[in-house]
Nanobody, 114 residues
Framework: QVQLVESGGGLVQPGGSLRLSCVLS????????MGWYRQAPGKQRELVAT???????NYADSVKGRFTISRDNPRNTVYLQMNSLKPEDTAVYFC????????WGQGTQVTVLS
């Protein structure tokens, strides 16, 4: 059974940085497209960034130039490096693994002070 465990969230000042990590267990990591999504209070979950098994990336316009998604296949881990954080980046961030069906982590809170 696929399990995803996120870490790295926290409280940060505007302009600060955080790096989120997500470890996949229970299946072969390399075959999955991986992604990060976020959900702010009262809003729908939205895509932040994705990375295919081949390493191609895609970003939401709101984070382009500030966030970087990467994957370390031997470590079964996907990362989200977040720089120049803004208060509007405050949300619960969820890791996603996609292969025919979607798997989700439990989420990690990111709070950027305003």
């Amino acid at each position: 059974q696929v399990q995803l465990v996120e870490s790295g969230g926290g409280l940060v000042q505007p302009g600060g940085s955080l790096r989120l990590s997500c470890v996949l267990s229970g299946s072969a990591f390399i075959v999955f497209a991986m992604g990060w999504y976020r959900q702010a209070p009262g809003k729908q979950r939205e895509l932040v960034a994705t990375i295919t098994s081949g390493g191609s990336t895609n970003y939401a316009d709101s984070v382009k130039g500030r966030f970087t998604i990467s994957r370390d296949n031997p470590r079964n881990t996907v990362y989200l490096q977040m720089n120049s954080l803004k208060p509007e980046d405050t949300a619960v961030y969820f890791c996603n693994a996609a292969l025919v069906i979607n798997f989700w982590g439990q989420g990690t809170q990111v709070t950027v002070l305003s």
